[in-house]
C-alpha cells in the first residue's frame, strides 16, 4: 500500500478531497469540479488527491448516538493529505461537518466548508432572501450547522419536521446512496414542496447525495435549489484560481 510520504513531495496547486461519504456523491463533486473548470487540455485542469475512505462510519448515526463516531478516520484523511502537501482541503459531505472544528485545526492548508459556501451562495443568487429551507441528512440538522451560520447571515432557516425526515427526507437519501435516483427523486421533492408550502423562498440541497436525485429541478429552477455539491465546487475554484 501506497504511504502517504510517498507524495510528500506534490508541487504546490493540488486539491486534497476527502472522499467516500458516498461514494457517488464524491464522484459527483469530482465530475462538477471537472466540467467548472475553464480548460482546454487535461494539463490545464487541476489536480487532484482524492482520500476516499468508504468505511468511514455513518455521520449520521454518530450524531444521533447511534453508531460510532467517524472523526478517527477523518484525521486519518487529514494527516494523508497533510503528509501529501495538498494546498487546499475539501470534504463533499455536509454531514461529515459536524467535526469540521477539529479536522480544520489538524489541517496545515485551508479547509474549505461547504455549510458556508452554500450559504454565500443563497445571498449571491437572492440578496433579498428572508426564508431559506435546509434539506439535509438527520444529523446535519440536529448539530444546527446550516441553521446557525444562516442565522448568523439574517437569514430564517426552515428544515423538515420528524415526520418528514423519517417518511421523505431519509429514505429518499437511503434510496440516492443505494443508487436508485428515482426513488430518492421522488421522496426528496416532496420534503423540499413542504419547506416551499412552508415560506422558504429558496432550498438549500445540503447533503452530497441529494442533487443527484434532484438533477430535474436544479437544472430547470436554479434560483430556488441551491446545489452544496456545487457550492463547494465553486469555493474550490475561487480559492485556487486567486
Known amino acids: 500500500m ?6 510528500a513531495q506534490l508541487p504546490p496547486g493540488w486539491l486534497g478531497v476527502i472522499g467516500g461519504m458516498g461514494p457517488l456523491a464524491t464522484s459527483d463533486f469530482l465530475r462538477k469540479l471537472t466540467l467548472s473548470t475553464t480548460a482546454q487540455t487535461d494539463q490545464q485542469h487541476i489536480p487532484v488527491l482524492l482520500y476516499g475512505d468508504c468505511t468511514t462510519p455513518d455521520r449520521t448515526a454518530s450524531v444521533l448516538g447511534e453508531g460510532p463516531s467517524p472523526l478517527p478516520q477523518l484525521l486519518a ?18 454531514s461529515a461537518h459536524c467535526w469540521y472544528e477539529d479536522l480544520a485545526k489538524r489541517a496545515n492548508m ?54 418528514d425526515f423519517r417518511v421523505l427526507v431519509s429514505p429518499g437519501i437511503a434510496f440516492v446512496k443505494a443508487g436508485d435516483l428515482e426513488a430518492g427523486g421522488a421522496l426528496l421533492r416532496q420534503a423540499a414542496n413542504r419547506l416551499f408550502d412552508r415560506g422558504a423562498e429558496s432550498v438549500i440541497l445540503g447533503c452530497t447525495e441529494i442533487p443527484l436525485g434532484m438533477i430535474h429541478e436544479l437544472e430547470n429552477d436554479p434560483l430556488r435549489f441551491i446545489d452544496s455539491t456545487q457550492s463547494l465546487v465553486d469555493a474550490t475554484l475561487l480559492h485556487l484560481r486567486s
Do not use: W
Not at 487529514?78 to 475539501?90: E, G, K, R, T, Y
Not at 428572508?130 to 442565522?151: C, D, F, K, P
Open 2 to 7: 501506497t504511504t502517504p510520504n510517498a507524495f
Open 77 to 94: 484523511a487529514v494527516d494523508f493529505l497533510n503528509a501529501a502537501n495538498v494546498q487546499v482541503i475539501a470534504m463533499p459531505c455536509n
Open 110 to 163: 485551508p479547509f474549505l466548508h461547504i455549510v458556508d459556501a452554500s450559504a454565500q451562495q443563497v445571498l449571491a443568487r437572492n440578496p433579498n432572501a428572508t426564508s431559506i429551507g435546509v434539506l439535509s441528512t438527520e444529523g446535519t440538522a440536529h448539530m444546527g450547522i446550516y441553521s446557525q451560520r444562516l442565522t448568523a447571515l439574517g437569514l430564517k432557516p426552515l428544515v423538515p419536521s420528524e415526520d
